[in-house]
T-cell receptor, first 112, second 108 residues
Framework: SQTIHQWPATLVQPVGSPLSLECTVE??????LYWYRQAAGRGLQLLFY??????ISSEVPQNLSASRPQDRQFILSSKKLLLSDSGFYLC???????????FGSGTRLTVV | RKEVEQDPGPFNVPEGATVAFNCTYS??????FFWYRQDCRKEPKLLMS???SGNEDGRFTAQLNRASQYISLLIRDSKLSDSATYLC?????????FGGGTRLMVKP
């Protein structure tokens, strides 16, 4: 069976510090991978998606970046965090072709 | 206009009540639809897919109306544990588009 792992679960970081969130998927190959952010009480905002190694598409301009160094690994990064980067970050995977997404358990980031 | 729109609620209902949520989608080319459930401070989880013929899973029934471009979710005999936010989802090509969610609160 397929599983998705995301860590850390919670993170408190000062403004201006770097960020690295990691997501890995097991039990499947060539998944589509996604990073979402959810602000408190708000909907899901798609940040990045990837259909293959090294292929990253960005949905919104921001100071975040994403990388996919391996088939089942997706990393969200920032060089300098802003207060507005606080939120609930969710990684998800899906098979190719409009199938449902499965989400990781999320990282709750607070920038102080 | 948002691609998938939902009434944010909250819907406050007593235990045992029947409650229905609707959502509308703007992309007439969408083929895949889903309902997700999200508990407070947790990740969204797939509740059920939505098929053209309608489908039922226990107390939950999902319907798709392509002519009017709306999707519905009916919950019968509401339980306290049904309290959550329900997300309506449609595809746009290979991507899924999530609605903002409808919050349900089931009271004793």
């Amino acid at each position: 069976s397929q599983t998705i792992h995301q860590w850390p679960a919670t993170l408190v970081q000062p403004v201006g510090s770097p960020l690295s969130l990691e997501c890995t998927v097991e039990g499947t190959s060539n998944p589509n991978l996604y990073w979402y952010r959810q602000a408190a009480g708000r909907g899901l905002q798609l940040l990045f998606y990837s259909v293959g190694i090294g292929q990253i598409s960005s949905e919104v301009p921001q100071n975040l970046s994403a990388s996919r160094p391996q088939d089942r690994q997706f990393i969200l990064s920032s060089k300098k965090l802003l207060l507005s980067d606080s939120g609930f970050y969710l990684c998800a995977w899906s098979r190719q072709g409009g199938f449902s997404y499965t989400f990781g358990s999320g990282t709750r980031l607070t920038v102080v | 206009r948002k691609e998938v729109e939902q009434d944010p609620g909250p819907f406050n209902v007593p235990e045992g009540a029947t409650v229905a949520f609707n959502c509308t989608y703007s992309n007439s080319a969408s083929q895949s639809f889903f309902w997700y459930r999200q508990d407070c401070r947790k990740e969204p989880k797939l509740l059920m897919s939505v098929y053209s013929s309608g489908n039922e899973d226990g107390r939950f029934t999902a319907q798709l109306n392509r002519a009017s471009q709306y999707i519905s979710l009916l919950i019968r005999d509401s339980k306290l544990s049904d309290s959550a936010t329900y997300l309506c989802v449609g595809n746009a090509g290979n991507m899924l588009t999530f609605g903002g969610g409808t919050r349900l609160m089931v009271k004793p």
